[in-house]
């Protein structure tokens, strides 16, 4: 049963069981956002083979079920708000559909966009259909921050202590194991399966927001934040630029997380740690006192990699000496042309 | 010039010029809405191919330079938000781009999007850039009403005017003459510019609803409402629908405007009048006093059309009997797929 079968009438009705009573009545959603809040707002497209994939065909669709592409997609938007320091209230979703697509792949989509704001919060609050030759998912997360509790990349401060909430690396090698699966057979299956999960289900991180804000003082410090889905490099490096300073990351504060230490050669698993991308933790520059408490009120996964320097470059360094100093820059992140 | 050239960073820089400053430095963008207004959010795909052409080799692309790409857009967008009763506060703008997409047409294209809303209201929020296939523009507006200014569509009642706020067939006539420049030859040149302008350059109607608003006694009265966007009557059936009413539309109220009484058949003209698109007005039911207050208030072009009744049919009707009178479905109106 493809869209053309059922015609746009067709799908809105079957869309309709995904969203709030009421949602796709009117031209646009309605949305409460309490008084004293700021909205927050943030968009990301995926388009099929380049996102992911939808042909059957193709090996890559195993990496990409629909569901998952629901769930990605709206965990990424949900991550950019827990960046902001914010919490989310709703989404619209705007697809671009060529005629051939199946029903199915439709309703698996809404399936995990919902799942996904069920564990996160708030509910699809309208969005849009058209025609298009390329399966195109475009996703609006609204969301809702004190006005004070906004976290910005352009607070971050020489001395501060750079924080990550999680490992990073994960969700690259998952996507490795999906697209050859012939790779790292020794590492345990309970293994093997989070790495894949990391890459198929991430989770955007409010916990950590909500520990952070439990652990800060009223008014609140300065502080520095984004979210490491172009990257760890490319998240240390927005800081800086956003903040005028510079970084020691430091390689002895960067374990290897155990999954990549299994198969993969140490630099490799740096470069993936450093450069994988969507991995969806948070990158916090933090008073120093304040990072210990995060980083221990988190637990394992969360570390302190580093600290901001006035001088702006941004050093990944050796403590032992074995490595020679490297200075990372954003030309070798992700460019998406 | 290509995007492929500059790269992502490059063309950031050059879109951050139509942007208020800081507006891409973070991971979502923030908005203040007043404390006393209900946020209200809108969402559109357009696509390459299917909204708008931007092969310089296909005739189709003189129908849509990129600064009407953008200006439409966004007209489309706002006008959902004068639909809902509310007023603009800004735009997110994210962009599935082929690698050979001339850095000028994406330049056209944000400034048209920003002149829509330096006349209109709001800013460019925030945004996305990403590669695809096919050039993808997907556009989500952010407004504000008053909650009990919100204009939906299920709050029509029997005996309420329907109210339209200006003529309706511009919109594709001024296509056609721009597909087929051969047509409308005996149209004087104002004309024909009046049709395509229509076309190329639509207004969302903010002042119909503030003059609605400045005519409205408080408590507000029940009223309904939605724009044509997808032709107007699918306007009517809409609103019908969402409100378990009918409607008996009028012929004779439903006068052929000039430049299509010019140069088509009578019923070809009502065709594109009924199930054009585009044309962006809105279509209001409203009490029988309030309806002719409104439709004196905006002058020529604004019409009460009909009327809403019991019964859940919409009626096309000839009330002088030389037309059979014609019931109106769904079915009849644009379908995306």
Redesign the interface.
Known sequence: LT??DI???G?LQRIAAYCPPGAL?????????P??Q??????????D???FSIGQANPACVTTPPWCVGWRATAANL???A??G?SPA?V??????P?ETPVDWIEGLYAGVKACLDQFGGQI??????????L?V?I????Q?SPQR?L???AAQPGHALVITGPHGLSRAGLELLLSPEQGQDLPAQQRQRLIQAHQQPRPRFDAIATLHALCSDPPLPMAG??SSDGLANAVLQICR?SGVGARVLRSHLPIPDGLAGWLEAEQAMDWMLYGGEDFELVLSLPDFLARALVEALGPGAAIIGYITASPEVLLVDETGQRPTITLD?QQGF???
Request: hydrophobic share 50%; net charge negative.
């Open positions: 869209v053309h015609g746009e009438l799908l009545l009117d031209d646009a959603a309605e949305m409460a956002i008084a004293d700021t909205l927050i707002v943030t968009t990301d497209v995926l388009v083979g380049v996102h991550s950019d708000l960046a902001m914010a709703g619209t979703i705007a697809l671009g559909l005629g609050s309208g969005g849009d259909l058209t025609r298009s030759p390329v195109t475009s609006t997360a609204l969301g921050a906004i910005r990349r352009k984004m979210d956003a954003l460019q998406h042309f």
